[in-house]
T-cell receptor
């Protein structure tokens, strides 16, 4: 079955700097890769996603890149702000599994003022 | 985007009692819903996949007789934790993919269960 690994588990960056979180997946048939932000005690919030027919997607300060050959995808946050502090999860899924999500372990992002 | 509600948002129950959690898709039909459990500082762990009109599919290690799932309609799935014990205390979250939004998943707000 699919396995998703996420690194690092904790990331501390200075406010204004960039943050990068990386994930690798094992199932080459996976075709949907979302990123979620979760604040303490709240539901995961989709911040960006990418499908396997695209290599890169950007939304303001957030971007995701996908390398299908290497089976890894990354989240890039530029000009980090204090409100970016949260736990970020990557996930992978495939259309023939009802898009059941396989989750990474999460990255706690700390933005230092 | 679509909306998924979950009720109750938090519940405290005594050991040995049962608790029912409801998950509703408010503006779309969900033939499939996913139930997760999340312990502090951990990732979401899939417990089961709820299918409208058929039996739920449970993940390995999840007791189906303890965690009863009923997908009664295209907008409602329920999770009943039977004979709850303190180790069942956790954050339970449901989600549903919306086919009209290319299967993007929508999450309920979660239910904090505390068993005393």
């Amino acid at each position: 079955g699919e396995n998703v690994e996420q690194h690092p588990s904790t990331l501390s960056v200075q406010e204004g700097d960039s943050a990068v979180i990386k994930c690798t997946y094992s199932d080459s048939a996976s075709n949907y890769f979302p990123w979620y932000k979760q604040e303490l005690g709240k539901r995961p919030q989709l911040i960006i996603d990418i499908r396997s027919n695209v290599g890169e997607k950007k939304d303001q300060r957030i971007a995701v890149t996908l390398n299908k050959t290497a089976k890894h995808f990354s989240l890039h946050i530029t000009e980090t702000q204090p409100e970016d502090s949260a736990v970020y999860f990557c996930a992978a899924s495939r259309w023939d599994s009802n898009y059941q999500l396989i989750w990474g372990a999460g990255t706690k992002l700390i933005i230092k003022p | 985007g679509a909306v998924v509600s979950q009720h109750p948002s938090w519940v405290i129950c005594k050991s040995g009692t049962s608790v029912k959690i409801e998950c509703r898709s408010l503006d779309f039909q969900a033939t499939t819903m996913f139930w997760y459990r999340q312990f502090p500082k951990q990732s979401l762990m899939l417990m089961a996949t709820s299918n409208e009109g058929s039996k739920a599919t449970y993940e390995q290690g999840v007791e189906k007789d303890k965690f009863l799932i009923n997908h009664a309609s295209l907008t409602l799935s329920t999770l009943t934790v039977t004979s709850a014990h303190p180790e069942d205390s956790s954050f339970y979250i449901c989600s549903a993919p919306d086919r009209s939004f290319d299967y993007e998943q929508y999450f309920g707000p979660g239910t904090r269960l505390t068993v005393t």
